[in-house]
Protein backbone atom coordinates (compact mmCIF):
# COMPACT_ATOMS: atom_id res chain seq x y z
CA UNK A 1 0.00 0.00 0.00
CA UNK A 2 1.35 3.47 -0.66
CA UNK A 3 1.88 6.30 2.01
CA UNK A 4 2.68 9.56 2.42
CA UNK A 5 4.83 11.26 5.05
CA UNK A 6 5.36 15.07 5.06
CA UNK A 7 8.29 16.03 7.23
CA UNK A 8 7.27 19.25 9.94
CA UNK A 9 3.87 19.73 10.78
CA UNK A 10 4.35 23.94 10.68
CA UNK A 11 6.95 25.52 9.05
CA UNK A 12 7.92 29.07 9.36
CA UNK A 13 9.83 31.67 6.82
CA UNK A 14 9.97 35.33 6.28
CA UNK A 15 8.42 36.87 3.39
CA UNK A 16 10.72 36.78 0.71
CA UNK A 17 13.09 33.77 1.25
CA UNK A 18 12.64 30.26 0.50
CA UNK A 19 9.65 27.62 0.82
CA UNK A 20 10.78 24.32 1.18
CA UNK A 21 8.49 21.49 2.27
CA UNK A 22 8.75 17.67 2.47
CA UNK A 23 6.94 14.89 0.97
CA UNK A 24 8.45 11.40 0.68
CA UNK A 25 6.47 8.65 -0.06
CA UNK A 26 5.93 4.69 -0.10
CA UNK A 27 4.82 2.87 -3.34
CA UNK A 28 5.37 -0.44 -4.60
CA UNK A 29 4.41 0.63 -7.99
CA UNK A 30 4.94 3.75 -9.99
CA UNK A 31 2.87 6.29 -8.52
CA UNK A 32 1.34 9.74 -9.32
CA UNK A 33 2.26 12.29 -6.84
CA UNK A 34 0.19 15.52 -6.13
CA UNK A 35 0.63 18.73 -3.65
CA UNK A 36 -2.60 20.51 -2.74
CA UNK A 37 -3.14 23.48 -1.03
CA UNK A 38 -5.94 24.64 1.22
CA UNK A 39 -6.81 28.18 2.26
CA UNK A 40 -8.66 29.01 5.63
CA UNK A 41 -12.23 28.03 5.39
CA UNK A 42 -11.62 26.66 1.85
CA UNK A 43 -11.26 23.20 0.08
CA UNK A 44 -8.38 21.79 -1.52
CA UNK A 45 -6.37 22.95 -4.43
CA UNK A 46 -4.58 21.62 -6.73
CA UNK A 47 -0.81 23.26 -6.86
CA UNK A 48 0.89 20.70 -9.47
CA UNK A 49 0.93 16.75 -9.91
CA UNK A 50 3.92 14.42 -11.38
CA UNK A 51 2.47 11.79 -13.56
CA UNK A 52 5.90 9.94 -15.10
CA UNK A 53 6.76 12.80 -17.69
CA UNK A 54 9.33 15.40 -16.46
CA UNK A 55 10.75 14.80 -12.93
CA UNK A 56 10.42 18.57 -12.28
CA UNK A 57 7.09 19.90 -12.19
CA UNK A 58 5.95 23.77 -12.27
CA UNK A 59 2.62 24.24 -10.41
CA UNK A 60 0.49 27.44 -9.70
CA UNK A 61 1.45 30.68 -7.65
CA UNK A 62 5.27 29.92 -8.50
CA UNK A 63 5.66 26.89 -7.03
CA UNK A 64 7.94 23.57 -8.02
CA UNK A 65 8.65 20.51 -7.21
CA UNK A 66 10.81 17.53 -8.06
CA UNK A 67 10.66 13.84 -8.53
CA UNK A 68 13.33 11.87 -6.92
CA UNK A 69 12.94 8.83 -7.66
CA UNK A 70 16.41 7.27 -5.50
CA UNK A 71 15.05 9.41 -2.63
CA UNK A 72 11.43 8.60 -2.99
CA UNK A 73 10.85 12.29 -2.33
CA UNK A 74 8.74 14.81 -3.95
CA UNK A 75 9.30 18.25 -1.98
CA UNK A 76 7.84 21.29 -2.72
CA UNK A 77 9.49 24.55 -3.06
CA UNK A 78 8.88 28.25 -3.94
CA UNK A 79 12.01 30.65 -4.39
CA UNK A 80 10.06 33.39 -2.78
CA UNK A 81 7.89 33.69 -0.11
CA UNK A 82 4.56 35.86 -0.41
CA UNK A 83 2.64 36.56 2.41
CA UNK A 84 -0.79 35.10 0.03
CA UNK A 85 1.30 31.55 0.61
CA UNK A 86 0.33 31.13 3.83
CA UNK A 87 -1.62 27.94 4.32
CA UNK A 88 -2.00 24.31 4.34
CA UNK A 89 -0.23 22.41 2.30
CA UNK A 90 -1.06 18.71 1.98
CA UNK A 91 1.15 15.69 -0.34
CA UNK A 92 -0.98 13.12 -2.08
CA UNK A 93 0.37 9.85 -3.50
CA UNK A 94 -2.08 7.38 -5.93
CA UNK A 95 -0.81 4.51 -8.20
CA UNK A 96 -0.67 4.80 -12.04
CA UNK A 97 -2.78 1.95 -13.47
CA UNK A 98 -3.89 1.02 -10.23
CA UNK A 99 -6.45 2.40 -7.82
CA UNK A 100 -7.62 5.64 -8.16
CA UNK A 101 -7.47 6.87 -4.42
CA UNK A 102 -5.72 9.16 -3.02
CA UNK A 103 -3.94 8.69 -0.09
CA UNK A 104 -2.61 12.21 1.72
CA UNK A 105 0.23 13.12 3.85
CA UNK A 106 -0.64 14.91 7.57
CA UNK A 107 -0.43 18.52 6.04
CA UNK A 108 2.14 21.13 6.63
CA UNK A 109 1.09 24.27 8.34
CA UNK A 110 3.31 27.52 6.85
CA UNK A 111 3.38 30.52 8.16
CA UNK A 112 5.18 33.49 6.53
CA UNK A 113 6.37 36.36 8.39
CA UNK A 114 6.31 39.95 7.51
CA UNK B 1 -11.75 21.02 -14.37
CA UNK B 2 -15.07 20.81 -12.99
CA UNK B 3 -16.90 23.19 -10.57
CA UNK B 4 -17.76 21.57 -7.61
CA UNK B 5 -20.50 23.09 -4.79
CA UNK B 6 -21.04 21.93 -1.81
CA UNK B 7 -24.71 22.58 0.35
CA UNK B 8 -24.65 23.38 3.35
CA UNK B 9 -21.19 25.06 4.00
CA UNK B 10 -21.73 24.66 7.65
CA UNK B 11 -24.15 23.45 10.28
CA UNK B 12 -24.69 23.40 13.87
CA UNK B 13 -26.56 20.18 14.82
CA UNK B 14 -27.70 18.06 17.44
CA UNK B 15 -26.10 14.79 19.63
CA UNK B 16 -28.33 12.10 17.71
CA UNK B 17 -29.65 13.86 14.63
CA UNK B 18 -28.60 12.88 10.95
CA UNK B 19 -27.37 15.91 8.13
CA UNK B 20 -27.00 15.15 4.91
CA UNK B 21 -24.74 16.98 2.84
CA UNK B 22 -24.65 17.64 -1.02
CA UNK B 23 -22.33 18.03 -3.89
CA UNK B 24 -23.24 18.94 -7.09
CA UNK B 25 -20.77 18.79 -10.36
CA UNK B 26 -21.55 21.39 -12.93
CA UNK B 27 -20.43 18.46 -15.82
CA UNK B 28 -20.33 14.51 -15.92
CA UNK B 29 -18.06 13.30 -13.79
CA UNK B 30 -17.22 9.54 -13.53
CA UNK B 31 -16.24 9.23 -9.72
CA UNK B 32 -17.04 11.19 -6.82
CA UNK B 33 -15.30 10.51 -3.16
CA UNK B 34 -16.12 11.61 -0.09
CA UNK B 35 -13.46 12.51 2.76
CA UNK B 36 -13.64 13.57 6.37
CA UNK B 37 -11.02 16.33 7.61
CA UNK B 38 -10.76 16.29 11.62
CA UNK B 39 -9.91 19.33 13.25
CA UNK B 40 -6.53 19.95 12.66
CA UNK B 41 -5.68 16.51 10.73
CA UNK B 42 -5.32 15.58 7.21
CA UNK B 43 -7.75 14.03 4.58
CA UNK B 44 -9.31 10.93 5.36
CA UNK B 45 -11.13 8.73 2.68
CA UNK B 46 -14.82 7.78 3.54
CA UNK B 47 -15.77 6.48 0.45
CA UNK B 48 -16.13 6.29 -3.34
CA UNK B 49 -19.36 6.79 -4.92
CA UNK B 50 -19.90 5.48 -8.83
CA UNK B 51 -23.09 6.47 -10.35
CA UNK B 52 -25.37 3.05 -10.83
CA UNK B 53 -23.33 0.82 -8.16
CA UNK B 54 -23.21 0.84 -4.24
CA UNK B 55 -20.62 3.18 -3.02
CA UNK B 56 -17.14 1.32 -1.73
CA UNK B 57 -16.39 2.16 2.03
CA UNK B 58 -12.93 2.31 3.44
CA UNK B 59 -12.24 0.50 6.08
CA UNK B 60 -13.72 1.95 9.25
CA UNK B 61 -17.02 3.41 7.62
CA UNK B 62 -19.66 1.73 7.19
CA UNK B 63 -22.71 2.10 5.16
CA UNK B 64 -25.32 2.36 8.55
CA UNK B 65 -23.42 5.43 9.17
CA UNK B 66 -22.64 7.65 6.63
CA UNK B 67 -24.70 6.19 3.69
CA UNK B 68 -24.49 7.55 0.29
CA UNK B 69 -26.18 8.19 -3.28
CA UNK B 70 -25.17 8.43 -6.60
CA UNK B 71 -28.52 9.48 -8.81
CA UNK B 72 -26.42 10.71 -11.99
CA UNK B 73 -23.46 12.10 -12.87
CA UNK B 74 -23.47 15.15 -11.55
CA UNK B 75 -24.59 14.06 -7.57
CA UNK B 76 -23.82 12.88 -4.40
CA UNK B 77 -25.45 13.01 -0.91
CA UNK B 78 -23.18 11.84 2.11
CA UNK B 79 -25.65 11.73 5.12
CA UNK B 80 -23.77 11.47 8.56
CA UNK B 81 -26.58 9.57 10.82
CA UNK B 82 -26.86 9.44 14.64
CA UNK B 83 -24.41 12.46 15.35
CA UNK B 84 -21.97 12.41 18.24
CA UNK B 85 -19.07 15.05 19.12
CA UNK B 86 -16.62 12.73 17.16
CA UNK B 87 -18.08 13.59 13.77
CA UNK B 88 -17.16 17.58 13.90
CA UNK B 89 -15.02 17.68 11.33
CA UNK B 90 -15.26 19.08 7.47
CA UNK B 91 -16.78 17.22 4.76
CA UNK B 92 -15.20 17.39 1.38
CA UNK B 93 -16.41 15.77 -1.60
CA UNK B 94 -14.19 15.32 -4.61
CA UNK B 95 -14.52 14.13 -8.31
CA UNK B 96 -11.69 12.64 -10.50
CA UNK B 97 -12.84 12.81 -14.80
CA UNK B 98 -11.80 9.05 -15.08
CA UNK B 99 -9.30 7.77 -17.87
CA UNK B 100 -6.25 9.73 -18.25
CA UNK B 101 -6.41 11.99 -15.48
CA UNK B 102 -3.92 10.52 -13.73
CA UNK B 103 -5.91 10.36 -11.08
CA UNK B 104 -5.76 14.04 -10.03
CA UNK B 105 -9.09 15.29 -7.96
CA UNK B 106 -10.64 18.05 -7.71
CA UNK B 107 -12.39 19.45 -4.21
CA UNK B 108 -15.48 21.30 -3.35
CA UNK B 109 -15.64 23.84 -0.86
CA UNK B 110 -16.47 21.34 2.45
CA UNK B 111 -18.90 21.07 5.02
CA UNK B 112 -17.88 22.43 8.14
CA UNK B 113 -19.85 20.08 10.65
CA UNK B 114 -20.02 20.51 15.06
CA UNK B 115 -21.99 18.57 16.61
CA UNK B 116 -23.23 19.57 20.18
Known amino acids: AQSVTQLGSHVSVSEGALVLLRCNYSSSVPPYLFWYVQYPNQGLQLLLKYTSAATLVKGINGFEAEFKKSETSFHLTKPSAHMSDAAEYFCAVSLQGGSEKLVFGKGTKLTVNP | SAVISQKPSRDICQRGTSLTIQCQVD?????MFWYRQQPGQSLTLIATANQGSEATYESGFVIDKFPISRPNLTFSTLTVSNMSPEDSSIYLCSDQQGLGSYNEQFFGPGTRLTVL
Open chain 2, 27 to 31: SQVTM
